[in-house]
């Protein structure tokens, strides 16, 4: 496990105590309900609309626990599974989870592979023009520093996205027992997201601003969808 995953040590109290999920998840989650609405007979409605269902839905449940987000969730773990793979990033569903969630007294695990995970799963929303309208007008207005610094740098969206996952990467320079093959991992993984955020100018898609992207794509590096 320890060549597939860059682990955070007991000695990182933060991270070790931390249960939580970021919006990598909850871009999963989009995918899941994306695929729901691709195979679904239902197809008199836009994808726009189906999501918009899925989440009234959701609001009914005021203590958060909606079991229709864990089935769109492992349906989403699937699609994404499948779409890396079609790509060349070796992935399985247990890896992708890891980006999304972790849980009180259990180590954080980040996949060595992220950076290529990440570089997948953002240019093909991006390529998608609804479910990057999803994740522009629903998904990244969840940042919380929207409103706390409107100049924000893309290191900020970064944050924002990665939650858990950043504070572990951003902090592992400050614990024992990591090696500087590891800081290097972390801080390629950081790199590529800032990159990411920088690429698809996030700082401008979030709260009253809203820019047009111009597309930074190569020949040759496009996802197969």
Known sequence: MSRIYLRSKKSDKTSFDTQASNMIKDIVILFGIYE???????????????????????????????????HYYNIGVRALRDLLNKNNVK???????KLCDTYRARPVCVPKNAPEIL?????????NNKLWHIFT?????????????????????????????????NNI?????????????SNQIISKMEE???TYDFTNQ???????????LNDGDEVDN
């Open 119 to 127: 570089n997948i799963l953002f240019k093909y929303i991006y390529n």
């Open 36 to 70: 729901d609405y691709n195979s679904s007979l239902n197809l008199d409605k836009d994808i726009l609309e189906y999501y918009s269902d899925v989440l009234e839905q959701k609001s009914k449940h005021d203590n958060g626990c909606f079991a229709g987000e864990y």
């Open 173 to 185: 320079e400050k614990y024992d027992g990591y090696s500087s093959k590891s800081l290097d991992i």
């Open 91 to 97: 992935t399985n569903g247990r890896r992708i989870k």
């Open 196 to 198: 990411i955020a920088k």
């Open 206 to 216: 979030c709260g009253s601003k809203k820019a047009t992207v111009k597309k930074q």
């Open 137 to 169: 007008n629903d998904i990244l207005k969840k940042c919380e520093r929207q409103t706390v610094n409107i100049n924000h740098l893309p290191k900020d969206c970064s944050a924002s996205i990665l939650g858990f996952i950043y504070v572990f990467l």
